[in-house]
């Protein structure tokens, strides 16, 4: 089964799973450098999910930083296809989610427990994604689980790891 699939061809799989009533969950990221957190996110959200579709964020919107994502769209949808609990993956070609959620309409947007409080998210875009998840009759959940951050592993680990690979292999 062809688990990347373009956004409208999601659109009409997703309408048709709805109408046989079944819960259609969408969590939305970068997914740069997978860990642990990501994984355990995933798995709660197939607790309460028939269908679970995660939206990656294209490599020209990701602004994390100067050369990032260290992984390309094509590494990051590869990875996230081979975990089990991931039913379809989509390239979301927008700087935010909004379109992907008003294009998707998921009955779950599912959010990490970092988002709880609003107030803490610097871009402010979780405010314009409740409001896209309402618009289309669903509901955002948040996550439970521990909270990693895969940029602070790269901006306080990577480069650590970088210079010690150099040092011992030239």
Known sequence: MKKIIEINDLAKKIKSLKNDKKTVV?????????HIGHIKHFKEAKKIANYLVVSLTADNFVNKGSDRPVFNQELRTEFLSSLSMVDAIVI??????????????PNIYFKGPDYKDNEKDRTKNIYKE?????????KIVYSNDIVFSSSNLINNYLNNFCSIFLIIFI
């Open 130 to 138: 409740i409001s896209a998840i309402k618009e289309v009759g669903g």
């Open 92 to 105: 979301n070609n927008n700087t935010t989610s909004e379109k992907t959620i008003y294009s998707l309409k």
């Open 26 to 34: 969408l969590c939305h990221g970068v997914f740069d450098l997978m």
